[in-house]
T-cell receptor, first 112, second 115 residues
Framework: DADVTQTPRNRITKTGKRIMLECSQT?????MYWYRQDPGLGLRLIYYSFDVKDINKGEISDGYSVSRQAQAKFSLSLESAIPNQTALYFCATSDLERGELFFGSGTQLSVL | AQTVTQSQPEMSVQEAETVTLSCTYD???????LFWYKQPPSRQMILVIR??????QNATENRFSVNFQKAAKSFSLKISDSQLGDAAMYFC????????????FGIGTKLQVIP
């Protein structure tokens, strides 16, 4: 079983719809992240959370919100999706000691 | 701003040959980690290699090694004996230290392996 699980794997939606991407992890890490990947731009940080009560904006948080329901769950919402939010979204967790990120398999979101 | 720069959007290498992907970064920190991640067509992000800045010895993982030049803020990835399965996007990444790990990624280098 995957250590970091994202659902759905792919999603097509229409402009103006509310969308939630979900992430759960079994690694026991406190730190969780949401990244967005666009061609030619690499991965950019949307939100990050260092524990259930600590949530922080990343470099591109406008148009997004998050919820940390438990240590193991971190969801990303698009309240009113727009076409330029079409991208590949990754959830990740972090190992504090080694610093590396562990990624989910990604959600490809298309907003029409 | 603390940034990571990959100046080679695409590269190609013959199978069994060696290729080097470049990465430079900008930081005022003295203690940090550096990473290379691989993203094959399956889109999964896979850690290739990790370097600790306080270590002078370059990290090595099988056919993958780094050339870490701390003073020059350079962190290149060398792939020896390239294989078809090495074809992927490669991202250099650097997490802020000081207790807050916001990892910054370069824009990536797309590596093609020619049979």
């Amino acid at each position: 079983d995957a250590d970091v699980t994202q659902t759905p794997r792919n999603r097509i939606t229409k402009t103006g719809k509310r969308i939630m991407l979900e992430c759960s992890q079994t690694k026991g890490h406190d730190r969780m992240y949401w990244y967005r990947q666009d061609p030619g731009l690499g991965l950019r940080l949307i939100y990050y959370s260092f524990d259930v009560k600590d949530i922080n904006k990343g470099e591109i948080s406008d148009g997004y919100s998050v919820s940390r329901q438990a240590q193991a769950k971190f969801s990303l919402s698009l309240e009113s999706a727009i076409p330029n939010q079409t991208a590949l979204y990754f959830c990740a967790t972090s190992d504090l000691e080694r610093g590396e990120l562990f990624f989910g398999s990604g959600t490809q979101l298309s907003v029409l | 701003a603390q940034t990571v720069t990959q100046s080679q959007p695409e590269m190609s290498v013959q199978e069994a040959e060696t290729v080097t992907l470049s990465c430079t970064y900008d930081t005022s920190e003295s203690d940090y980690y550096l990473f290379w991640y691989k993203q094959p067509p399956s889109r999964q992000m896979i850690l290739v290699i990790r370097q600790e800045a306080y270590k002078q010895q370059n990290a090595t993982e099988n056919r993958f090694s780094v050339n870490f030049q701390k003073a020059a803020k350079s962190f290149s990835l060398k792939i020896s004996d390239s294989q078809l399965g090495d074809a992927a996007m490669y991202f250099c990444a650097w997490p802020n230290s000081g207790g807050y790990q916001k990892v910054t990624f370069g824009i990536g280098t797309k590596l093609q392996v020619i049979p």
